[in-house]
């Protein structure tokens, strides 16, 4: 399934490999040892998002993280095949087997076509997933495109016995699979009995043999806009049957990471090694990786529960609640978000607060700066720092299942000395500035995706160069003893957000 790849590993990234990455399987909640199932190459599936609407912070957690794992696996030297569907049909209202499709619905209330919903909200997930710096996957399968081989795994589970066809829907049989393999539940720790006791009644559920049955197939009501023919009605797949399929279409079975977010534990990804084993044998993947919420106020953020911000709002610095109440205090910048988010561990939660993104906020923009600095620093023969520790405290953090908020520390510590040596404080030679240029090159912009957003777009020359022009007309100031003129530059460009800060070499700015 791997003659796609060519794989060459060498010098620095090979004796990299051979350290130990670990990755926290959710499967054995414990961390282990990354070994690949093809040696150098790696098969990641991520889930994707339902596209009906503008997306969020939610849906900014999980691409940013396993960007970082992608770019990570492939800095490592692996050739990755990373696979990130879009749901475009399947996914019911409320992530069960009743209600409306999502996608459905919002073309009912739009009068547009489903089709024409997916394609306009998949676009602009496009666009603000390329603004946070989110690599695109290396294949991007739509749920509606892959009708067949979906409708091929749900007879191959039939064939195997563990699926029921019931008025023309298709019905996963949970109790007959649960009594010959003893796997359902192993991924979230649920229980049959537990869910008997809990599991509400559903609409359809008279088709049921057990109310944890999940549907495979849905036979269309005369109103549903999106049906497939199939051997048992026209209808459609159900919501977990997409995952597996297209899966092991373009990774083949097993692959070697599946990854989403930790609400799609159950029940989908519980599902999906159901199916999987009833079909194959065998569990879909080696290791399962989630990464947590975003909540606001201790609250899961979603738009099922009606408290989510789109990143449109954050960028533009406007959300009110229900109450109409602003909850941005500003506009935040993409990076500012990718920040913020890679702060925390992808595996703990993280709560949303106009404060924490300032700090986010503040926080990139001294790294940023000392990045710059490090350019203004004039070697010295000899070197007063060791900064040989920067590079290894930072692959050291990695390999511990990705732990971006420590190697952030590293960059930090990075920085405290770079502005040290700007200010005349410590002294680094040629090879120290080079290494540490290499440290922040590598982990800051390559692994973490960070960006410097002061050098995009197409007015950062101007600004750049009316900045200099203001900051000689200051320092001439200055030179004159005009204090008052001086200050006066100074305030104003605070007043514009625009920090001035003097040193011996004269003066520097950052926004």
């Not at 930790?262 to 065998?282: K, N, R």
């Not at 973490?448 to 957003?453: F, K």
């Amino acid at each position: 399934m791997y003659d796609f790849f060519c794989v060459t590993l060498q010098g620095d990234k090979m004796r990299v490999m051979e350290q130990q990455l670990l990755i926290y399987n959710t499967l054995s909640r414990q961390k282990e040892l990354f070994r690949p199932l093809t040696e150098g190459r790696v098969g990641m599936y991520v889930c994707g998002p339902t596209v009906y609407g503008d997306a969020h912070l939610g849906h900014a957690r999980p691409a940013i993280t396993f960007d970082v794992v992608f770019r990570y696996l492939q800095h490592l030297g692996y050739k990755v095949r990373y696979v990130r569907n879009i749901t475009d049909v399947g996914h019911l209202e409320h992530d069960a087997d009743e209600g409306e499709d999502k996608i459905a619905k919002k073309a009912r209330l739009e009068q547009l076509e489903p089709m024409e919903v997916a394609q306009h909200y998949t676009n602009r997930y496009h666009v603000a997933m390329e603004r946070l710096g989110v690599l695109p996957p290396s294949i991007e399968p739509h749920a509606s495109g892959h009708i067949m081989e979906q409708i091929a795994l749900v007879q191959q589970i039939l064939d195997a016995g563990y699926a029921y066809v019931s008025n023309g829907s298709v019905y996963f049989d949970v109790r007959k699979y649960q009594a010959d393999t003893h796997k359902y539940g192993q991924l979230s720790g649920r229980v049959i009995d537990e869910m008997l006791a809990t599991t509400r009644e559903l609409d359809g559920q008279d088709e049921k043999r057990f109310s944890g049955d999940f549907a495979l197939w849905k036979k269309a009501s005369p109103e549903h806009i999106m049906r497939w023919p199939s051997p048992w009605s026209d209808g459609f797949p159900g919501w977990h049957a997409e995952c597996t399929a297209m899966g092991a279409k373009y990774l083949g079975s097993p692959f070697d990471i599946h990854g989403g977010g930790m609400d799609l534990v159950f029940p989908h990804h519980e599902s999906e090694i159901a199916q999987c084993v009833a079909s194959t044998g065998h569990a879909p993947c080696r290791y399962w990786m989630h990464n947590n919420m975003i909540t606001i106020n201790g609250q899961k953020m979603g738009k099922s529960l009606g408290n989510f911000i789109t990143l449109d709002e954050f960028f533009a610095g406007s959300h009110k609640d229900k109450d109409g109440k602003e909850m941005l205090e500003q506009a935040y910048s993409p990076m500012t978000i990718r920040f913020f988010i890679l702060q925390a561990h992808y595996r703990s939660t993280v709560d949303f607060s106009n404060e924490a993104l300032q700090a986010a906020e503040k926080g990139y923009a001294k790294l940023m700066e000392a990045y710059k600095a490090l350019g203004r620093v004039a070697p010295a023969k000899e070197s007063s720092a060791d900064v040989s520790q920067y590079k290894a405290h930072c692959y050291e953090a990695m390999n511990d299942d990705f732990a971006t908020p420590t190697v952030i520390s590293h960059l930090f510590e990075a920085a405290k000395l770079i502005n040290g040596a700007a200010d005349g404080k410590q002294k680094l030679s040629q090879a120290d500035i080079d290494e540490l240029k290499w440290v922040f090159d590598t982990f800051l912009f390559d692994i973490l995706g960070m960006q410097d957003e002061s050098a995009q777009g197409g007015n950062a020359g101007l600004v750049d160069g009316l900045m200099q022009i203001i900051l000689g007309v200051r320092a001439t100031a200055k030179a004159n003893k005009d204090w008052t003129t001086s200050d006066r530059l100074r305030d104003a460009l605070s007043a514009l957000g625009i920090t001035v800060k003097d040193g011996k070499d004269g003066a520097t700015y950052s926004l």
